[in-house]
């Protein structure tokens, strides 16, 4: 994630400007991605602005040879230990993403600065795929984010953005998919950022949580 402009594809992210840190709280504005090293192949998502104006921007892809057991849930971490968010708490020196995953007081109402949309179920459990054709729209503020976990509705978008703050602030899928049924699951991030927000490299983990059988 970075500034307008401030991305390119064969510069390693590391060199990239720093992100000044603004006056209020507002989006971070691009998103990158890289499938290979970071120095080369880095490719921008056109469709990502941190905003509610799209419907086809990331997807959770799962095959037909496992099943869940219960509905797996959206969520994000500062690392890859999955630890528990400390909500409104700025660490001293970040080094991982726990200044974006416990969001502060005045910034963001102690919710994340890592919001997501889902949209449906991806499989309901009679085995159809449900795809979004129109864009999330939607609340979504520095300060969105509801304790615990919401659920898209069948064939539609959360009405309000969800806070990705580990097993604090989550997103669920409304059922379990139907069993060894492949399926895709879209979602849309936004980033944000504020005045009170830690500087460092910060870099959390987004991922999907399930149990299966």
Same mark, same amino acid.
């Given at each position: 994630?970075?500034?307008?402009?401030?991305?390119? %594809?064969?510069? *390693?992210?590391?060199?990239?400007?720093?992100?000044?840190?603004?006056?209020? #709280?507002?989006?971070?504005?691009?998103?990158? /991605?890289?499938?290979?090293?970071?120095?080369?192949?880095?490719?921008?998502?056109?469709?990502?602005? %941190?905003?509610?104006?799209?419907?086809?921007?990331?997807?959770?892809?799962?095959? /037909?040879?496992?099943?869940?057991?219960?509905?797996?849930?959206?969520?994000?971490?500062?690392?890859?230990? !999955?630890? /528990?968010?400390?909500?409104?708490?700025?660490?001293?020196?970040?080094?991982?993403? @726990?200044?974006?995953?416990?969001?502060?007081? #005045?910034?963001? @109402?102690?919710?994340?600065?890592?919001?997501?949309?889902?949209?449906?179920?991806?499989?309901?459990?009679?085995?159809?795929?449900?795809?979004?054709?129109?864009?999330?729209?939607?609340?979504?503020?520095?300060?969105?984010?509801?304790? %615990?976990?919401?659920?898209?509705?069948?064939? /539609?978008?959360?009405?309000?953005?969800?806070?990705?703050?580990? *097993?604090?602030?989550?997103?669920?899928?409304?059922? #379990?998919?139907?069993? #060894?049924?492949?399926?895709?699951? !879209?979602?849309?991030? @936004?980033?944000?950022?504020?005045?009170?927000? *830690?500087?460092? @490299?910060?870099?959390?983990?987004?991922?999907?949580? !399930?149990?299966?059988?």
């Amino acid at each position: 994630m970075c500034a307008s402009g401030a991305g390119a %594809g064969n510069i *390693a992210s590391a060199a990239w400007p720093p992100y000044t840190r603004p006056a209020a #709280t507002g989006v971070v504005p691009e998103c990158w /991605a890289y499938l290979g090293s970071d120095n080369s192949g880095g490719l921008k998502v056109t469709t990502y602005d %941190g905003t509610t104006a799209h419907y086809k921007q990331f997807l959770i892809s799962w095959d /037909a040879l496992g099943t869940f057991a219960a509905a797996p849930v959206i969520s994000a971490w500062k690392d890859n230990t !999955y630890p /528990a968010a400390s909500p409104g708490t700025q660490p001293g020196s970040p080094g991982d993403g @726990s200044a974006i995953v416990n969001g502060q007081t #005045t910034d963001t @109402s102690n919710t994340s600065y890592l919001k997501a949309n889902a949209y449906g179920y991806g499989v309901d459990t009679g085995g159809t795929q449900q795809t979004p054709s129109a864009n999330a729209g939607g609340t979504l503020a520095a300060t969105t984010g509801t304790a %615990g976990a919401v659920s898209p509705a069948t064939g /539609a978008w959360l009405a309000t953005w969800q806070s990705l703050q580990a *097993a604090s602030q989550w997103i669920a899928d409304g059922v #379990t998919p139907k069993p #060894t049924t492949a399926g895709l699951w !879209y979602f849309l991030l @936004s980033l944000w950022t504020g005045p009170n927000m *830690a500087g460092g @490299s910060l870099i959390p983990v987004v991922g999907l949580q !399930y149990l299966w059988v």
